[in-house]
């Protein structure tokens, strides 16, 4: 059984008017002297935002306890500061001037990607499975290429920006898509092809570091771990899991197959990805391998039937069908916020941020 891990970040907002607040560092004093929280609690690009990778899972009941334990610590941590933490792969209102956590790779980041940087308010779900060796992580990354969109689709949850429904439901995968090295990878022969094509990208415009090739799959630098960072950061921990969960089952399935499946084209995996960002769920994906539209339904239902035996073997598969059905009766994390923005405005969006971060 394939070890998983996940990233969720989280963003520090204004109770009342979601506005970003550049209140991280209390948060972060509250959870490590107060709720007695690890230090792998990490302070992100902005003042406004915070991570936390969980510990290395097996088993889906552990990585969700995770999960919801230390969400509500976070919560309450929020709240004895006066602000609330919400999973949101977009803040549904940004600030100017952008604030940054003061560090010089900060600062460079900005310095090099300009307006482009002032505008980095996400939050990603980064999803790591392990690997035996890196030649077994650049055969997953190649199987799971294909299948990118329709993480993206699932996990999508960042449908609001500057205080706006812009008509997509993963608008952080469009907005990301400025940034130097983004979106889907090449395919590469192996391990030696991936770092010596990743090597020639440093230094070049802004990617500065091999920690800025951001693409939706890479090669952990730290850890023996694919690392797929797709998805948004989603409103419940449940929804979270169940993300991992199917990229962990393609990891495995993609290392079990003798041969893999003719890959779509690059430019057909982009607008794919594209459409899923536009989307969600609600209407069509490109099918990964037949690379004709196909209800959306069908696409997800031929994603489980692709990692059936994976999800078997991991005793995954009646957890993961029962979440499957949950997200297609009720929606998306973008699905969920619209409705929210759209029935009563902030406040509404407020009270559902608040509440799916830890319901009791």
């Known amino acids: 059984m394939a070890t998983?891990?996940?990233?969720?970040?989280?963003?520090?907002?204004?109770?009342?008017?979601?506005?970003?607040?550049?209140?991280?560092?209390?948060?972060?004093?509250?959870?490590?002297?107060?709720?007695?929280e690890s230090r792998n609690?990490?302070?992100?690009?902005?003042?406004?935002?915070?991570?936390?990778?969980?510990?290395?899972?097996?088993?889906?009941?552990?990585?969700?306890?995770?999960?919801?334990?230390?969400r509500r610590r976070l919560r309450d941590a929020a709240t004895s500061?006066?602000?609330?933490?919400?999973?949101?792969?977009?803040?549904?209102?940004?600030?100017?001037?952008?604030?940054?956590?003061?560090?010089?790779?900060?600062?460079?980041?900005?310095?090099?990607?300009?307006?482009?940087?002032?505008?980095?308010?996400?939050?990603?779900?980064?999803?790591?499975?392990?690997?035996?060796?890196?030649?077994?992580?650049?055969?997953?990354?190649?199987?799971?290429?294909?299948?990118?969109?329709?993480?993206?689709?699932?996990?999508?949850?960042?449908?609001?920006?500057?205080?706006?429904?812009?008509g997509f439901s993963s608008y952080r995968i469009i907005q990301l898509q400025r940034w130097a090295t983004r979106g889907t990878p090449p395919a590469f022969v192996d391990a030696d092809d991936y770092d010596r094509r990743s090597a020639r990208i440093v230094g070049v415009g802004g990617t500065f570091d091999d920690a800025l090739i951001a693409w939706n799959i890479?090669?952990?630098?730290?850890?023996?771990?694919?690392?797929?960072?797709?998805?948004?950061?989603?409103?419940?921990?449940?929804?979270?899991?169940?993300?991992?969960?199917?990229?962990?089952?393609?990891?495995?399935?993609?290392?079990?197959?003798?041969?893999?499946?003719d890959p779509l084209h690059?430019?057909?995996?982009?607008?794919a990805l594209w459409l899923a960002a536009r989307d969600g769920i609600s209407h069509r994906l490109v099918h990964p391998f037949t690379g004709e539209l196909e209800v959306s339904r069908t696409v997800v239902d031929a994603l489980l039937q692709h990692t059936a035996a994976a999800l078997a073997a991991e005793g995954d598969a009646e957890r993961v069908t029962e979440w499957i059905d949950r997200l297609f009766a009720e929606g998306t994390g973008a699905d969920r916020q619209r409705a929210a923005y759209s029935a009563g405005g902030l406040p509404a969006l407020a009270a559902l941020m608040r509440g799916a971060l830890a319901p009791e």
């Open 218 to 261: 890479r090669l952990s630098r730290k850890f023996p771990t694919i690392e797929v960072r797709v998805g948004d950061a989603q409103l419940e921990a449940w929804h979270s899991v169940l993300v991992a969960l199917l990229i962990r089952a393609l990891v495995s399935t993609a290392l079990a197959e003798e041969k893999p499946a």
């Open 81 to 166: 500061v006066g602000v609330i933490a919400a999973s949101t792969g977009t803040y549904p209102l940004v600030a100017n001037p952008i604030v940054l956590t003061d560090k010089s790779r900060y600062h460079r980041v900005l310095d090099e990607y300009r307006h482009v940087a002032k505008e980095y308010f996400y939050g990603g779900l980064h999803v790591h499975v392990g690997i035996d060796d890196r030649e077994s992580g650049v055969r997953a990354m190649n199987a799971l290429r294909v299948w990118m969109p329709v993480i993206a689709a699932l996990a999508a949850n960042s449908p609001l920006w500057k205080g706006e429904d812009t």
């Open 4 to 36: 998983f891990g996940m990233e969720e970040e989280y963003a520090i907002l204004d109770p009342m008017t979601l506005a970003p607040r550049d209140e991280a560092p209390a948060v972060y004093r509250a959870l490590r002297v107060e709720r007695g």
């Open 41 to 70: 609690i990490q302070r992100e690009f902005l003042l406004s935002q915070l991570e936390r990778p969980t510990p290395v899972c097996e088993t889906a009941e552990a990585a969700l306890a995770d999960l919801i334990g230390f």
């Open 266 to 271: 690059p430019e057909l995996i982009d607008s």
